[in-house]
């Protein structure tokens, strides 16, 4: 069945360093990939997104790559700051979103 | 253009009773989606709706749970004799159709059984 698995769980960096989130998922048919921040309380908000004609997409401080051979995909944060601080969640999209599990992010000043 | 909007925001309900949760997609979205959001978990897919049409349910309980999505009106998720287990968010999202993909969330409302 559809599954995506997200690593790491839980993140700690330094304010003004980088911040890497990784997915995988198993569905061959999936062809666009969005990645969603949720703050405490919040409702999850699309942040960047890909779909599988492109390997890599970029957004200020935001990037996403797209490997659709190892069907991995990949969230890059740059110059962190404690705003980012939030839960990190991945998915694939056939008809539905399937979620990865959710990355804690902590920015540190 | 107002954003996807869901009420209650809250929602407190004693067990056995019922419990309806409305969800007004984007204008010019004719497709919505429900998932659920266990305390400290993640996000679960429930059920698929268009306009009067449900087109993938298979994240509902087969149970006690069910969804519409009506020519006129919000989209209602309807939970009946509710247990403690049922308490969660539930989110609704819109989207313009296949050809776009992207799912815009509501707010949520956050359902307790007491």
């Known amino acids: 069945g559809e599954n995506v698995e997200q690593h790491p769980s839980t993140l700690s960096v330094q304010e003004g360093d980088s911040a890497v989130i990784k997915c995988t998922y198993s569905d061959s048919a999936s062809n666009y990939f969005p990645w969603y921040k949720q703050e405490l309380g919040k409702r999850p908000q699309l942040i960047i997104d890909?779909?599988?004609?492109?390997g890599e997409k970029k957004d200020q401080r935001i990037a996403v790559t797209l490997n659709k051979t190892a069907k991995h995909f990949s969230l890059h944060i740059t110059e962190t700051q404690p705003e980012d601080s939030a839960v990190y969640f991945c998915?694939?999209?056939?008809?539905?979103?399937?979620f990865g599990t959710g990355t804690r992010l902590q920015v540190f000043p | 253009n107002a954003g996807v909007m869901q009420n209650p925001r809250h929602l407190v309900r004693r067990r056995g009773q019922e419990a309806r949760l409305r969800c007004s997609p984007m204008k010019g979205h004719s497709h919505v989606y429900w998932y659920r959001q266990l305390p400290e978990e993640g996000l679960k897919f429930m059920v698929y709706?268009?306009?009067?049409?449900?087109?993938?349910e298979s994240g509902m309980p087969k149970e006690r749970f069910s969804a519409e999505f009506p020519k006129e009106g919000p989209s209602i998720l309807r939970i009946q004799q509710v247990v403690r287990g049922d308490s969660a968010a539930y989110f609704c999202?819109?989207?313009?159709?296949?050809?776009?993909?992207?799912?815009?969330f509501g707010p949520g409302t956050r359902l307790t059984v007491t």
């Open positions: 999202a819109s989207s313009p159709g296949l050809i776009s993909y992207e799912q815009y």
């Open positions: 709706l268009q306009k009067e049409n449900i087109i993938d």
């Open positions: 890909i779909r599988s004609n492109v």
């Open positions: 998915a694939d999209n056939t008809d539905k979103l399937i």
